[in-house]
């Protein structure tokens, strides 16, 4: 065999498994899928699907719980990566700083990114529930006792946020701590002799300098935070049910949630593919641009 | 413009390291002042300790007048270059240069004015707007020098700023910095590992070895009147020649079976100092060690010649001990050849065997 040709069946080789399972488990069903969200298929046996056209989508866009969902899920996203990024941003400066049990503060920050997102929701409702109004009522102070994130429509975003923030942020942190060791210790002694304070340290080296992590944490706390789904099963499953506009909605039903309902609580499966679809071109192109942004602001050494 | 006082300085780190001992310096304005020293023995920790990036952790330090030991880095008009340069990659040149005058809210025209100015000076008005990853070594460090000359300090620390240039550029910026120096009439402590660097640029050097300053004088007397054997050994290249002798009262100094006769100087020295029939280190220059014939020299075996263009180095062997040599390219010794080096009597050096300190000077 000659070299060229033996080269190229061991690249194939080496290729193989990775791409064959790639296709079967996501290219194959993804083509599948959009076939079956113009169609009726409801996923029950022996029915056979019947092509609609673009009828489910012309549905989705009429239908008033998805857009609402969408709302909400925009809401929840943007909220949750400016909660993330700077809780874990601050959280690195503390443990990249020459304190005592700096390891200690690591790992205790990192680990509830170890627990499960539902086991962690439980949690999360147990204090929210319980253990808030509680302390409110030792501390005798009402605005505590009376605080019921998890049942209040308007509040209730807020709790799924802290809930998510103290999962995800040590996990993130991670990523900053490693960009904020990188930056070159002369850098700063060079702007501290410059005359730089500590804010200006911060905003003319350090950030500029971590611009790079910037990318993958915010590309990591959107898509993830978009996608949300388990913790918000645990702590509330969708509710508290809420009047908005006249009509009735789930005020925590964020878009994975409220597209698993369609699919499989109500059954309409051909339904739910087309919201996934639809939500997969929306996260796609908001975590594309997002990603084209940050790029565009890194500094190469 | 001000000078720096350094008094008793001493700085431990946590872990117990005593880095700088009891330091003493003082150094005059407008001075070029050289800390040099092998890697490890402290000049970089008291320039850091200047220029506050460093606690001290006992002594006094002034700047001018002022004690400056709890001022912070940006309080003490200083500009520091560093080894790496530490120019901010994610600026242009301009704005790197700028950095400083615009915390220090200079008005817009003035930091465009001073910063023209510095990159006539360097020439590198052709680069202000690029990136720093975008320029060569040279450049760089052209850079750093610039933006410590906008600010106009009173102070210019450098730690080891020519250390990343290959030799060539080297050469030519330390002809530049001399230049820069003359130009600017301000005071510039400088770090280096390099004994020609020290040489060349120095007014002043001061030579550190384990934290502790060895010799505080200009090059000339560092070289001609070195005050210890670490000073003599580490400037000068190649190193001095060191072979232990005793001095007896003929005077002479014998070493080994042979027997050098002292000038009249040198004895009157030793005389005083009480130190006849003493063990002593004698150290020669290989510049002061000559090629005679076999009436004046004792004999010795060539083991290795270097010719390095205008010179020659000789390695030769007297019986078991091994000496370096410097002659003129034109002289034809080749290895193995039985030489007759004469060594200049008045040029010798003597050293205290047990403190190691010079009896001479």
């Not at chain 2, 120096?181 to 002043?204: C, K, P, S």
Request: proline share 4%; net charge neutral.
């Amino acid at each position: 065999m000659k070299k060229q040709t033996k080269d190229h069946l061991v690249f194939w080789l080496f290729l193989a498994p990775a791409l064959i399972s790639f296709v079967v488990v996501v290219i194959i069903p993804f083509f599948m899928g959009l076939y079956y969200s113009m169609t009726d298929w409801t996923a029950v046996a022996d029915s056979t699907p019947v092509w609609v056209g673009l009828e489910n989508y012309k549905s989705m866009f009429s239908d008033f719980a998805f857009k609402y969902s969408f709302i909400r899920t925009f809401l929840f996203s943007v909220l949750s990566v400016i909660s993330i990024n700077l809780v874990a941003l601050t959280f690195a400066f503390l443990v990249t700083r020459e304190i005592r049990f700096k390891n200690f503060y690591r790992a205790g920050f990192f680990i509830p990114n170890l627990i499960g997102g539902l086991v962690l929701g439980y949690i999360w409702q147990f204090i929210f529930k319980s253990v808030v109004p509680s302390i409110g009522a030792l501390l005798g102070i009402d605005f505590i006792e009376n605080l019921l994130l998890l049942a209040d429509p308007n509040l209730t975003l807020f709790g799924l946020i802290f809930a998510f923030t103290w999962q995800y942020a040590g996990y993130i942190m991670m990523i900053y701590v490693a960009a904020l060791l990188n930056v070159p210790q002369e850098l700063l002694e060079a702007s501290e002799i410059d005359g730089a304070n500590f804010w200006q340290k911060l905003i003319s080296i350090t950030i500029p300098m971590i611009a790079q992590a910037f990318t993958i944490t915010s590309f990591l706390t959107l898509v993830s935070s978009f996608k949300q789904y388990d913790i918000i099963v645990a702590l509330t499953n969708g509710g508290p049910t809420d009047l908005y506009q006249g009509q009735v909605v789930n005020s925590s039903e964020l878009l994975a949630m409220h597209i698993y309902n369609v699919a499989f609580k109500y059954n309409n499966m051909a339904e739910g593919q087309a919201r996934a679809i639809i939500f997969f071109l929306v996260l796609s192109v908001v975590s594309i641009a997002q990603v084209y942004y940050n790029k565009k602001k890194e500094v190469e050494m | 413009m001000a000078g720096v006082k350094i008094c008793k300085l001493n700085k431990i780190y946590p872990n117990g390291f005593h880095a700088v001992k009891d330091v003493n310096l003082d150094i005059a304005n407008k001075e070029f002042m050289i800390l040099v020293g092998p890697s490890g023995c402290g000049k970089t920790t008291t320039l850091r300790m200047i220029a506050g990036l460093e606690d001290i952790t006992t002594g006094e330090m002034y700047i001018g007048d002022e004690l400056v030991n709890e001022v912070s880095p940006k309080d003490r008009n200083i500009a520091m270059v560093f080894q790496n340069y530490a120019l901010y990659p994610h600026m242009s040149v301009y704005d790197n240069m700028a950095f400083g005058l615009k915390l220090k809210k200079t008005p817009k025209d003035e930091i465009d004015e001073r910063i023209k100015k510095a990159a006539k000076i360097l020439d590198i008005e052709a680069l202000l707007k690029r990136k720093p990853k975008q320029l060569s070594g040279g450049q760089r460090q052209r850079v750093a020098l610039g933006r410590a000359i906008v600010r106009k300090p009173e102070v210019f620390l450098m730690d080891e700023p020519l250390s990343n240039l290959d030799a060539k550029l080297r050469v030519q910026m330390r002809a530049e910095l001399i230049k820069l120096h003359n130009e600017l009439q301000t005071t510039f402590i400088y770090v280096t590992h390099d004994q020609t660097e020290a040489m060349t640029m120095g007014t002043r050097i001061c030579v550190m070895n384990d934290g502790v300053v060895q010799q505080v004088a200009d090059p000339r007397t560092i070289y001609n009147a070195p005050a210890n054997v670490f000073v003599a050994s580490f400037i000068g290249a190649p190193q001095m020649n060191f072979f232990k002798g005793k001095i007896a009262d003929t005077p002479v100094v014998e070493v080994a079976s042979h027997v050098f006769k002292l000038s009249d100087h040198m004895a009157e020295v030793v005389k005083n100092k009480g130190k006849f029939n003493a063990e002593v280190i004698v150290g020669i220059r290989p510049e002061d060690i000559k090629l005679g014939n076999s009436s004046e020299g004792l004999p010795a075996k060539v083991e290795v010649t270097e010719l390095l263009g205008s010179d020659l180095n000789v390695y030769f062997k007297i019986g078991e001990k091994s000496y370096i040599m410097k002659t003129e390219s034109s002289s034809d010794v080749k290895i193995g050849d039985t030489i007759y080096p004469v060594f200049d009597m008045n040029k010798l050096h003597l050293f205290d065997s047990e403190t190691e300190k010079s009896l001479l000077y």
